[in-house]
């Protein structure tokens, strides 16, 4: 193993879980959004019915991601724990009630009542974890304030002007991701619904992404240097996120069910690939790369061997509970 980079291994393996889960779980996330402005009660049986069989297995991803940075870049969590105690609080509170409402929304008696107690606490909990993901990833892109080590910011640090809008920013995205899903599972005056609300979606993504774009080398001179000074690669990734929202426009416009979720999903790719050649290889900015915030290489061998043995089981089970439950899911049918 000598000839392989333990370190850069790892840091493929935590990527390539962190984007399966933005891309899995984002969809899931963004029906929960959008659960307030659903029609009526069938059409929240429909949305929450049509991921009830994956979505617990979607958050397979971020426990991935999580413990493959405790084992193999434990610096990570010196650094990022202390500074986004809040966020990830926020974030864990928010899939927790979330995921209480999938089991017990579906099992309460009091039709209005208690609907409305687990409709809240779906919709709030997927809007709260959705902002907080969107406000680390925005903290991630500022840097920390460490000296040694350590992180010797304040606990509010994370919450800046420009980590609130990354917050609104992936709500908005993932509530796009929700639509094009539905589009894609749903029929009917709910499909309507889902190609009427995609559209404005959209567009208010585009806004948002563009504004954090230009804000973002500001913010982070690392990014600058990388962007003005890299421009014939790095704008290609922009070039391509442009390309797949144009995909999602197109495709509604001519009622596409499969092509907008493709798209929309291409478009969080291109976005986080663009993400990733911006910062790399700074794994806790400004200060540290991936080698600096490694494991000792015996312990990442170690934990690589287990990794790379359930890996392909998860991926497995992964692609075949999503065939297995293809197909469009009906008013009054469920798994539940």
């Not at 404005?200 to 003005?228: C, H, K, M, Q, Y």
Request: hydrophobic residues 55%.
């Amino acid at each position: 193993m000598e000839m392989f980079d333990l370190s850069l291994i790892w840091a493929l393996i935590i990527g390539f879980g962190i984007m399966m889960y933005v891309l899995m779980d984002g969809f899931d996330l963004g029906l929960g959004i959008l659960f307030p402005f659903a029609p009526d009660e069938d059409a929240r049986d429909v949305m929450m019915n049509t991921v009830a069989p994956v979505w617990d297995g979607n958050e397979t991803w971020l426990v991935l991601g999580g413990a493959g940075f405790l084992a193999a870049f434990p610096l990570v969590y010196t650094v990022f724990l202390p500074a986004l105690y809040i966020g990830v609080f926020l974030m864990v509170a928010g899939l927790v009630f979330r995921g209480v409402a999938f089991e017990l929304r579906f099992k309460s008696r009091r039709e209005r009542r208690g609907r409305r107690l687990w409709n809240l606490a779906f919709s709030g909990g997927s809007a709260v974890a959705a902002f907080a993901q969107g406000a680390v990833v925005g903290t991630y892109i500022q840097g920390f304030e460490t000296q040694n080590g350590v992180f010797v910011g304040g606990a509010f640090d994370w919450l800046t002007p420009f980590t609130v809008l990354t917050g609104i920013g992936i709500m908005v995205g993932y509530a796009l991701l929700g639509t094009t899903w539905l589009i894609l599972k749903s029929e009917g005056y709910i499909q309507a619904w889902a190609y009427k609300l995609t559209p404005p979606l959209l567009l208010a993504v585009l806004v948002i992404f563009g504004i954090i774009s230009i804000w973002t080398p500001l913010v982070n001179e690392v990014v600058w240097d990388r962007w003005f000074g890299h421009i014939q690669v790095i704008w290609i990734l922009p070039a391509l996120t442009l390309l797949c929202m144009y995909g999602v426009y197109w495709a509604v416009q001519r009622q596409r069910e499969l092509l907008p979720f493709m798209a929309t999903l291409g478009m969080f790719f291109f976005t986080y690939l663009g993400l990733i050649v911006s910062k790399w290889p700074w794994l806790v900015p400004p200060n540290y790369t991936i080698w600096d915030a490694a494991s000792a290489p015996e312990s990442q061998l170690f934990l690589l061997l287990g990794v790379l043995f359930v890996l392909p089981f998860v991926l497995g089970y992964t692609f075949w509970s999503y065939w297995v439950f293809r197909g469009k899911v009906r008013a009054g049918e469920g798994y539940h």
